[in-house]
């Protein structure tokens, strides 16, 4: 089954509200191999005027994971994930992702095209923090292998 090209435009319901933990964030920065002090010392995170550890810019792909979730459970979509190889993913921050933020991401499929056989899936998922302002927006492209 291709992939349903009446997904491009649709916007799924926010995801569950996810809440940044300071260990989560000191693992990923581990994991990226971030080395700048306020991404594991919350005092130095606080000398720099931050509330806590600040995550990495890639941190909002835990967060857009959620939403990536939503588009590929739903069997409208025609996405079968075994398919599925990831070929891009950008972000645009208004502002860095902190420890205790409350962070609600809602998925909009940008754009749906067809190459080769293949097909290609753009998913944006805006990030906003609990008053409702932007944080970042996750841009992910999918590529969704056609039958061999």
């Known amino acids: ?14 995801a569950e509200p996810y809440l940044v933990g300071r260990e989560k964030v000191r693992e990923f920065s581990r994991a990226v191999f ?3 002090p306020i991404n594991l010392d919350p005092e130095a995170a606080r000398a ?3 509330a806590d550890v600040v995550a ?3 941190f909002a792909v835990v967060v ?7 588009l590929l459970a739903d069997p409208e979509s025609g996405i079968d994930f075994s398919r599925v190889v990831h ?9 860095p ?7 609600t991401a809602t998925l909009t499929v ?10 290609i899936v753009t998913a944006e998922s805006a990030i906003t923090d609990a008053d409702g302002a932007h944080v970042v927006t996750a841009v992910s492209t999918l590529v969704v292998r056609g039958d061999e």
């Open 110 to 119: 940008a754009s749906v095209k067809s190459l080769g056989g293949h097909s």
């Open 48 to 50: 720099a005027g931050y």
């Open 97 to 103: 992702i902190v420890a205790g933020d409350l962070l």
């Open 56 to 58: 990495p810019p890639t």
């Open 87 to 95: 070929g891009d993913q950008r972000f645009t921050s208004t502002r």
């Open 34 to 36: 971030a080395t700048n």
């Open 1 to 14: 089954m291709p992939v349903n090209p009446e997904l491009q435009g649709r916007t799924f319901p926010p």
């Open 64 to 70: 857009q994971e959620r939403t990536l979730a939503q």
